[in-house]
């Protein structure tokens, strides 16, 4: 069946209601294109530009335009082989200069359906009609009728301009002899690029960009020699584009063989005819190309900059594969760096690199620029969390460690190892590894220390690099902090003086690095030395500077002594503190280290040894001498030198007797036998008893001699304590462990460890405990392969450590694989060896003069005996004893050998003076005998003996401390 007609005709009435509205549409839509206005983006030849819209939501529309009626030469395009015609590059030379960047209105006439992408039609710059100008200066010509076309007023126009161009041989009608062979260019793509780049490195040259790759690439015409170049921006990277991965559908056959390239078909051998071969399909196409995240708005940015524009191209590098990287300048500047500053572009460390220290700067500045304003490529980012709680403090510089690290001390007493930022000054030598200080480091250490040490500075944390503690990269690392010092007062930047008077150098930190606040004036400063030639930049070698080191020998620094008292006072800096009063000085006018000791004054010892505790206070001691004058220059007097070769005397910090301040403040004590030679002796009295009065420090249990009877007291005749002991380990002569005889725990102990699994298990190891100093393990002793309950005082080497064999006092080094964890009932367990000294003697150490000896001869008096020990007083867990085996005095035997002498001990009670009658008979017989220690005479207690023991102590009532009565 049919519809009727009436039906028809309501199912067609909307169509034909809309007809005319398309028509409308269309016809607007062909006014719009048809003629409008635009900025000429690039010139193609005299007579043909590319002209873009205004950008709207990203780059804007573009067309290429020909003005109609005129025809100019046409210029070469060198990869499809075509050269320029006669005069072809000095009309677009004319028509660029002209038109580049500027505004013109367009109308459209016609398009070719033979030219595609192109349409033709008048250009008008303001009133000036371009086609008109560029036929009477004589840079194209005419095109003639065709066909049935009538002449315009228009074409007659142009006709007369070009009868006078002519008449007057403007432009391409010049009657020059050759001039029209001279204007054909000779395009040149450099096949010898490394040659080409010689020539060309580092010079600025004049140049025309052709064509915009990207926002950082572009292909230049070099002006005069007519080089085409592609030149890569340095330092930059902006987005690109790519081709698209497309899958070849089924049936496509891959691309046509490369040029060059022999197909397979080839190959085959001449004398066999090849197969005919069928009809081929057409290669597939290739995917098209793709942009990445603002690769066009990129390449839009520098287009209408440079594309087509005059510029300045210096070329600065050329990497592998003979790409030119270089610097494109503008008359409005470097568009490298407007491209950082609005997000469009990073940093790469592989081309910056090849730009001098202040583009590398000026480009890194413009790049942060972008990202803390969060433009495009950088709209994501977050910047790092800081690991600075406060980015500046104001301290107090401490200690010179180095040329570039100080110790600075901040208003909460915390001390920090500060490296200054981005500069490198030259090594301090390390006199126990064998090494000398480099050229200048010296002087470098010095300018910190004489404008910095002991006064305020400001400090501005900037950034942490972490370094391997061992050398070679690998292992644990340790962070480092850099910043920037400046000094209160005088605003002197630490970093830029160093580089100034040339003892540091500039560190070149890669592509994004952090870096100092101030590294364009570190730049700049370098530049300046450099050019000065001073310090590590200049041709001269860097003074010597050699010192006489009386530390390490003692009869050298005797024979010193006359020197160093021809003069009252001597000028010195404080090089190292060991305790309070005690220092390695260096004295400049003589040219010398020596060790100094205050005369009649002594501080707490600290602890010598690792795992060894310091005496009471002499933290406090240290601390106190450290800020009033480590590595400050101070003022000493020479009054006498010791046994050991340590100088005694008075120092004076700011014209003050520094021995006065310590026992003021109850950090040190008087030793009469120093201080009663000192002029100053009554001064240093009279503070020590100012501190004993306030009770401070060292004097906080301090009770009056007439409250205190240390003799012939009620308690006095206190029972002697008596260990029957055998000797488990001998240290030295002075020091042994031994083991209570009759005590069945150590029985005990070593069952049970027995019983233990044993096998070597590293896993279960590191999953049980951590291996540390101090921690309680059991440890395979290698001469029986037993196991034995230990403790960790250090490492000894890579997979080693040394350990203490708490039940035998012996000390080995043991491989890691060797220890194990210890379990809590046998782990709690006290250590079955006591730690014994013998008591009221000095017995030389292993390391000194007669100390090995002292140490056999108490090793056959006592090793392997049943020994009694008569327990003179403790300290904690040391045990002061009068060694006997049998009725013998073993101490008294070591006495009359000259092995040991008595320690110098005032006010000893009755009872223990007594016991002390055949010892010093003993020592009297040694001394007028002159055996072993006695051989160069009477040898007296300093301050560096009674610090190797515990004070001695008498307890009544009241019950002073060890630094009491």
Not at 370 to 393: I, M, N, Q, T, Y
Not at 613 to 627: H, I, L, N, R
Not at 842 to 848: H, I, M, N, R
Request: aromatic letters at 8%; a neutral charge; glycine letters at 8%.
């Amino acid at each position: 069946c049919s519809f009727p007609s009436g039906c028809v005709l309501l199912l067609l009435l909307p169509s034909l209601l809309l007809l005319p509205l398309l028509l409308l549409l269309l016809l607007f839509l062909h006014c719009t294109m048809a003629s409008g206005k635009g900025t000429v983006k690039q010139v193609l030849s005299g007579d043909s530009v590319v002209v873009v819209g205004a950008p709207v939501m990203g780059p804007p529309p573009e067309k290429t335009f020909s003005m109609a009626g005129i025809m100019a030469p046409k210029v070469a395009r060198p990869l499809q082989g075509v050269r320029d015609e006669p005069f072809a590059f000095p009309s677009r030379e004319f028509l660029r200069r002209k038109l580049v960047g500027k505004q013109v209105t367009f109308r459209v006439e016609y398009t070719n359906p033979n030219i595609k992408n192109r349409e033709f039609g008048t250009l008008m710059l303001g009133e000036e009609n371009v086609a008109a100008t560029v036929v009477a200066e004589g840079w194209a010509r005419v095109k003639p009728l065709q066909g049935r076309a009538s002449e315009t007023p228009d074409y007659q126009e142009l006709s007369r301009l070009e009868a006078v161009a002519q008449a007057e041989g403007r432009g391409m009608w010049t009657k020059k002899e050759g001039a029209s062979q001279a204007s054909i260019r000779e395009l040149k793509t450099e096949s010898h690029a490394e040659e080409f780049y010689d020539g060309i490195k580092g010079k600025e040259i004049d140049g025309i960009v052709e064509y915009v790759r990207d926002g950082a690439s572009m292909r230049i015409l070099l002006q005069p020699s007519c080089h085409i170049v592609q030149v890569f921006l340095a330092g930059i990277q902006c987005p690109g584009f790519r081709r698209a991965e497309v899958e070849p559908p089924p049936g496509a056959t891959p691309p046509a063989p490369a040029e060059g390239e022999t197909p397979a078909a080839s190959q085959e051998s001449p004398q066999e005819p090849s197969p005919p071969h069928p009809p081929q399909p057409q290669p597939q196409a290739q995917p098209p190309m793709v942009a990445d995240p603002f690769a066009e708005e990129a390449k839009y940015f520098t287009e209408t900059r440079m594309l087509g524009r005059d510029v300045k191209v210096q070329v600065v590098g050329m990497d592998k594969f003979h790409n030119f990287f270089g610097v494109v300048l503008v008359p409005q500047g470097n568009v490298a760096v407007e491209l950082l500053k609005n997000g469009m572009a990073k940093v790469v460390s592989w081309s910056i690199s090849m730009l001098s220290p202040e583009k590398q700067t000026e480009l890194r500045q413009a790049e942060r620029m972008g990202k803390e304003r969060r433009l495009r490529l950088w709209k994501d980012w977050v910047p790092p969390p800081s690991k600075f709680a406060e980015k500046e403090f104001i301290g107090r510089v401490a200690e010179i460690v180095s040329g570039d690290t100080l110790m600075i001390v901040d208003p909460s007493n915390r001390e920090h190892r500060i490296v200054l930022s981005s500069i490198r000054s030259p090594k301090m030598g390390n006199v126990r590894q064998g090494t000398q200080n480099q050229a200048y480091a010296y002087e470098a250490r010095e300018f910190l220390r004489s404008h910095a040490i002991g006064k305020k500075v400001k400090v501005i944390l900037e950034y942490t690099r972490e370094f391997p503690i061992q050398q070679g990269g690998e292992g644990e690392k340790i962070e480092r902090t850099f910043g920037t010092v400046i000094m209160e007062g005088s605003n002197l930047n630490l970093a830029l003086g160093l580089v100034r008077e040339g003892y540091a150098t500039l560190v070149r930190h890669r592509g994004d690095e952090d870096r100092a606040t101030a590294y364009d004036a570190l730049l700049e400063a370098e530049k300046a030395a450099t050019k000065a030639k001073k310090g590590l930049h200049g041709d001269k070698d860097a003074p010597k500077h050699r010192c006489n080191d009386l530390t390490m020998d003692s009869s050298k620094a005797k024979g010193f002594l006359t020197f160093l008292q021809r003069d009252k006072r001597h000028r010195a800096i404080v090089e190292f503190i060991f305790t309070g009063a005690r220092y390695k000085l260096l004295i400049p006018a003589q040219s010398c280290y020596i060790m100094f000791s205050l005369s009649g004054v002594r501080c707490p010892a600290m602890g010598r040894r690792e795992g060894t505790k310091s005496e009471p206070y002499a933290e406090d001691a240290v601390g106190c001498a450290k800020q009033a004058c480590f590595q400050r220059e101070v003022d000493v007097e020479v009054e006498a030198v010791d046994r050991n070769g340590c100088f005694l005397g008075s120092m004076f910090v700011d014209k003050k007797n520094f021995a006065l301040q310590l026992l003021t403040e109850g950090l040190g004590k008087i030793n009469p036998m120093g201080a009663e030679r000192s002029a100053y002796f009554q001064e240093l009295k009279d503070a020590e008893d100012a501190a004993k009065k306030k009770k401070l420090r060292l004097h906080e249990d301090y009770v009056d001699e007439e409250e205190v009877a240390l003799a012939d007291t009620e308690d006095g005749d206190v029972a002697e304590e008596t260990l029957e002991i055998r000797a488990s380990d001998i240290v030295d002569g002075g020091h042994f462990y031994a083991h209570v005889t009759g005590e069945e725990t150590l029985a005990t102990i070593e069952k049970k460890l027995q019983e233990l699994s044993v096998e070597p298990d590293p896993v279960h190891l590191v999953e049980t405990f951590r291996i540390r100093n101090g921690v309680r393990c059991m440890a395979k002793y290698d001469v029986d392969g037993c196991f034995y309950r230990a403790k960790i005082e250090g490492a000894a080497g890579e997979n080693k450590w040394r350990v203490l064999f708490v039940d035998y006092g012996n000390t080995e080094v043991v491989l890691q694989s060797s220890l194990r964890p210890l379990p809590d009932d046998v782990r709690v367990l006290p250590p079955q060896a006591i730690e014994c000294f013998l008591a009221f003697v000095k017995v030389p150490s292993l390391d000194e003069e007669f100390g090995e000896e002292a140490g056999h001869f108490l090793n056959d008096l006592a090793w392997n005996k049943p020994l009694t020990a008569r327990v003179a007083y403790r300290d904690g867990d040391k045990v002061f004893v009068r060694l006997f085996e049998g009725d013998t005095d073993l101490v008294q035997k070591m006495a009359e050998e000259g092995l040991a002498r008595m320690l110098n001990i005032r006010r000893i009670p009755k009872r223990i003076e007594e016991k002390l009658t055949d010892l010093r008979t003993a020592e009297s017989k040694a001394r007028g005998a002159r055996l072993r220690l006695w051989q160069y005479g009477d040898v007296c207690d300093d301050e560096a003996d009674e610090g190797d023991y515990p004070s001695l102590v008498f307890k009544s009532k009241p019950k002073p401390k060890a630094w009491g009565k």
